[in-house]
């Protein structure tokens, strides 16, 4: 057997061990889904028709449409937090050891592990947007190939902070630290364009939000889906997202490989 096929066969045992943990104790995903959706109603029942005219919107459906591309990524943010505790837990539990002594491929566990946080990111961006359509989210001028690529920058920005959530749960000393030290991928959409335009920030606090990964994402997939305009955006998320990735792959397997030894 090949490397690639030794690879892809191990990587998908690892995925569906992932996979069925998932479906035996769902409650950790819908616990993580609880704060996305909370929020999106919170800010549209409760504060709605004031955050429109802070926007210069005319009523709440302007609101609503401001703040599902905000709510949507802070989705993504808040369920990796589930891929680095899983990791902390294999890593500080001695599976590694046992993993060690079978000839698998050695990324198998960590490449299980994204793949299968990116799928339930995905489902979860899903459920939030079905919500989000049933309390009045529209983008009706949203060609397919916009939709498309909406889609496209959703999965890319999850696989991104899946591979920071892995590494953190790779370097965290057990489950409840690995949860702790991914908390700041919730908090960053807080402190973005998630909920009010940089623009109107103080001054001081203005570039805290314009040079973080979630602002150009939340402004380029309002682009693709509301036609406001994008700008540089684009591309300042993509680099955001490769630059996130390689650094968690990097971070990730040498956790992996230091403590396997």
């Known amino acids: 057997m090949s490397s690639l096929s030794l ?50 919107g005319a009523d709440r459906s302007d609101y609503i449409a401001y703040i599902v591309p905000g709510i949507l990524m802070m989705t993504i943010g808040s369920t990796v937090i589930g891929a680095a505790v899983y990791v902390s837990m294999d890593m500080n539990e001695g599976l590694i050891a046992r ?35 049933a309390i009045g989210f529209r983008s009706v001028d949203a060609t397919a190939l916009e939709w498309l690529a909406a889609f496209g920058l959703l999965a890319l920005f999850a696989v991104a902070l899946t591979w920071i959530a892995v ?16 908390q700041p991928l919730i908090l960053l959409p807080l402190i973005s364009s998630a909920f009010i335009p940089a623009g109107t920030m103080p001054g001081w606090f203005r570039p805290i939000a314009e040079y973080q990964p979630f602002t150009p994402a939340i402004e ?18 993509l680099a955001w997202c490769v630059g996130l990735i390689v650094l968690g792959y990097r971070w990730s397997m040498a956790q992996f490989n230091r403590d396997a030894k």
């Open 7 to 56: 690879a892809v066969r191990d990587s998908s045992t690892m995925l569906r061990r992932n996979l069925l943990h998932t479906r035996r104790y769902p409650s950790g995903t819908l616990n993580l889904l609880l704060t996305p959706i909370m929020l999106l109603l919170l800010f549209v029942y409760i504060f709605g028709d004031v955050m429109s005219t802070g926007i210069g």
């Open 99 to 133: 993993f060690r002594t079978m000839k698998i491929y050695r990324g198998s566990m960590m490449i299980g592990h994204v793949v299968g946080s990116v799928l339930q990111c995905l489902a979860s961006v899903v459920l939030v947007g079905a919500v989000a359509m």
């Open 167 to 182: 590494g953190m749960g790779a370097a965290s000393p057990n489950a409840e630290a690995a949860a702790n030290s991914a």
């Open 220 to 237: 380029t997939l309002r682009g693709l889906l509301l036609g406001t305009e994008i700008g540089n955006n684009w591309w300042i998320a």
